[in-house]
């Protein structure tokens, strides 16, 4: 498989690339530094995976991922970063990457995570599992008894919740929703990324959440039931 290397810290990319080429049936085809050049030598390498780090400069690894794959769909794109926070898991997923993985991952299940997201599958490690498996398990403790009861009251409770949100947080909350990035969400709503980032901690404390994951799957489940009790 032809793979190529998106990271911008040059040993990195580097020793990957040694690492990748050392396998048989795995030949890199290109690094690049940042995620506009990631567009570009997709674009032209046509790869058939990438490995994609996350802050970079000039476009960041959720915004190249988004690209590449709208150029490009069945270009498999893997996380491989440092930052394990709901944020970058959910921008990431939502734009199309089949896998997430930390960098402190064994080579040898880096080279398998190329191979199984190739053979069609989607792959996260142990830990951001965990962390995703946590969130649907226990979306949100709404401190309400009657939150457990009959749908249609359980939806009430939510929009009641909702009522409590300024317009600005809401509008902040129906974005994390769409998995959009405190940096995406700071554009769209012309804000600085430091207002995104208070009004995103009033949010999560306002409905309960613990985490943004916790928070996007809430108005995930919200869409669902308007689209049923409305």
């Given at each position: 498989?032809?793979?190529?290397?998106?990271?911008?810290?040059?040993?990195?990319?580097?020793?990957?690339?040694?690492?990748?080429?050392?396998?048989?049936?795995?030949?890199?085809?290109?690094?690049a530094a940042n995620g506009s050049q990631a567009c570009d030598m997709a674009a032209e390498l046509r790869p058939d995976a990438v490995l994609m780090d996350l802050?970079?400069?000039?476009?960041?690894?959720?915004?190249?991922?988004?690209?590449i794959l709208q150029a490009n769909p069945t270009i498999k794109i893997i996380?491989?970063?440092?930052?394990?926070?709901?944020?970058?898991?959910i921008g990431s997923l939502r734009a199309g990457a089949k896998g997430y993985l930390l960098k402190d991952t064994p080579f040898a299940e880096v080279a398998e995570a190329l191979r199984v997201v190739l053979?069609?599958?989607?792959?996260?490690?142990?830990?951001?599992m965990a962390k995703l498996l946590n969130t649907v398990h226990h979306p949100l403790n709404l401190q309400e008894p009657?939150?457990?009861?009959?749908?249609?009251?359980?939806?009430?409770?939510?929009?009641?919740?909702?009522?409590?949100?300024?317009?600005?947080?809401?509008?902040v909350l129906t974005l994390i929703g769409k998995g959009k990035t405190n940096a995406e969400i700071a554009v769209t709503l012309c804000l600085s990324e430091g207002t995104v980032k208070n009004h995103?901690?009033?949010?999560?404390?306002?409905?309960?959440?613990?985490?943004r994951l916790q928070a996007?799957?809430?108005?995930?489940?919200?869409s669902q039931s308007y689209l049923h009790h409305d």
């Open positions: 498989m032809k793979v190529l290397i998106v990271d911008d810290q040059s040993l990195v990319r580097q020793g990957l690339s040694i690492l990748l080429n050392s396998e048989a049936d795995i030949e890199v085809v290109g690094e802050r970079m400069p000039l476009m960041d690894g959720v915004q190249a991922t988004a690209k996380v491989l970063t440092t930052f394990d926070d709901d944020e970058y898991l053979s069609g599958k989607s792959l996260l490690s142990g830990e951001m009657a939150a457990k009861s009959h749908s249609a009251t359980a939806a009430k409770i939510s929009k009641a919740v909702l009522s409590k949100l300024s317009e600005r947080e809401h509008e995103v901690t009033k949010i999560l404390a306002t409905i309960g959440a613990k985490s996007a799957l809430f108005m995930q489940e919200q």
